[in-house]
């Protein structure tokens, strides 16, 4: 079955930290790049994170330094470590295949608020 499962979202303050974890079919993760992706109220879906199958990362500029992405190649599993939350990291969170997308999983909402 082909499928993404995320996990570990919330409500935190700014400042705080959050870990993702997306647990993905191996159709989808095995040997192909992974990505966690926001969707912002009222905004597009963006990529804010990807790793390759070796381990090389890459971020968009408003996350870079707060957050980090591994992957985990036994477990089928990419997490999402969010440090330094910010009231604009607030969003649904997803993760896929960027170069292929496979069908969306039900995201994890992550709320950052005092």
């Known amino acids: 079955q082909v499928q993404l499962v995320e996990s570990g979202g919330g409500l935190v303050q700014p400042g705080g930290s959050l870990r993702l974890s997306c647990v993905a079919s191996?159709?989808?993760?095995?040997?192909?790049?992974m990505g966690w992706y926001r969707q912002a109220p009222g905004k597009q879906r963006e990529l804010v994170a990807h790793v390759t199958t070796g381990g090389n990362t890459n971020y968009v500029d408003a996350v870079k330094g707060r957050f980090t992405i591994v992957r985990d190649n036994a477990k089928n599993t990419v997490y999402l470590q969010m440090d330094s939350l910010k009231p604009e990291d607030t969003g649904v969170y997803y993760c896929?295949?960027?170069?292929?997308?496979?069908?969306w999983g039900r995201g994890t909402q992550v709320t950052v608020s005092s």
């Open positions: 191996a159709t989808i993760f095995r040997g192909n790049v």
């Open positions: 896929n295949r960027p170069l292929r997308l496979a069908i």
